[in-house]
């Protein structure tokens, strides 16, 4: 299951990936010989206890920090490379608009820097705010949305710049439980319009399980991947999926994973 | 609202105002009682009270006595006239306002060169600092004589006082400034590959202006004292600071009070000024506002 499959549909390939933060306290092992190949459309999530280095690996695929050994490829390329091409679209834990900026103007940040001309910007804007259901909120400033639609537009942001790839570092884990399933039925909708390969961390089980057709378990001390889970409960989802025996199957086997991968014993 | 605030600071000018009433009272009676015992009659003190605050060239002048100098020196002389506080004042307001524009744009290029290179923020912030150890009673007569020499007078050498006095609260605080934006947002625009300007004037410029807005508020209190400090050792020509060195010059207490006085006002109302362009510039840029929170 770990070996990489070799094929022209390999978006994302690591092949023993390690990653050593020296610290103060001496070195941490974030990442420690990660295998792993992301296909294309794939939608896959990392998901693990705190410190086991699932934020770090995307950070990684995102270039925005730099293994200390191992080989990793986006899109064939190097992550720099790949970044340097805006391969893909970031979306942080917080939605980290800018204060000083109304929503449109947030979602067309990424395409001033790519110095896309104003006709282009606004009908990206437009269509992805559309996308997100945040038409009608344009000029509105950041402070004055809620935690879930801060969060919305700035995936809209992420979705404008057109990338064949979404980051996703626990986008929904500061919202309330009842926002948090509305944003995944319509994350759901939204990769299954569009297609794109998205990797999304997670330490929530059910919201791996629901969104996910792979599900990469970790663990932590040294970061390490524990499993790897298919996962296809049927394009046709809705959240009452939830009460299924095949779902509830795959619940358990994450949660056995991440049970046996923890370190109780410190 | 209004009431809340108003009360407690009427309070506190008729506090100030009676302890100075009382002190005029205390520090001028010895002169009185001197006039009386050379004049060889006796005084009491129902007679010392109003000769008090009357003095021509009194220790402490009475807030009356001010109050009318202010209003004679303002409104009654034409603004033309070498006594016009008017005047004066624009002489020093003139240099305060070249002063602090120079000192702005100073202080921000400073903070842009420390902010993006290592060099310059280990070669030049220890001098950055150093520069407002120095006295600038000392380093002002210096600075007027040297460029004296060289032919530069008037106004330009009071601005460079000015300039040296604000560029420092601008520089530190936009140091402050545009390293303010947090890791995300700036992993952000790694995420964007942006280039250094796009950070700099997407990102960097724009979460700075608040501080910018509150270092310029200190930084034209300090050119105004700039203004006055350079006006000092220039002979006493013209400006505020020359209408205290007169003042002194001849015991002019009462005169010495009024421009004092007017810088307070003029400093007042230009720190005001800057706090009301903050407000609204933070408000086009949509910073909440303060009712909302």
Redesign the interface.
Known sequence: MLAPDKTMNTVIQAEKLNLTFQTNDGPVHALSNIDLAIEKGEFVSLIGPSGCGKTTLLRVI???EKPTDGTITVNGMTPEEA????A???V???A?L?????IADNVA??L???GLDKAERDKRMSENLELVDLAGFEKK?P?QLSGGMQQRASIARALA?QPDMLLMDEPFGALDEIVRDHLNEQLLKLWAATKKTVVFVTHSIPEAVFLSTKIVVMSPRPGRIHDIIDCDLGDERSLDIRETPEFLKIAHRVREGLRAGHAYDD | MLKSRVLPVLTVVVAILALWYAAAVILNASFERDQAERAGTEITFSEILPKTMAQERPVLPAPHQVAVELWETTVNKKITSKRSLVYHGWITLSATLLGFVMGTALGILLAVGIVHSRVLDKSLMPWVITSQTIPILAIAPMIIVVLNAVGITGLVPKALISTYLSFFPVAVGMVKGLRSP?A??L?????????RS?VFW??RW?SS?PFLFTSMKVAIAASLVGAIVGELPTGAVAGLGARLLAGSYYGQTVQIWSALFAAAIMAAVLVTLVGVAGNWFNRR????PEA?R
Not at chain 1, 83 to 86: A, I, T, V
Not at chain 1, 98 to 102: C, E, S
Request: hydrophobic share 45%.
């Open positions: 995102a270039d925005l970044r340097l091409k805006r893909y679209g970031y942080f834990q917080a980290a800018f204060p000083w900026r109304t940040l990424p001033e820097v790519m400033f402070w710049v | 947090e995300m947002h992993d952000l625009m790694k995420t964007y590959s942006a280039s796009d997407k990102l724009p202006v840029m949509g910073v909440r909302a």
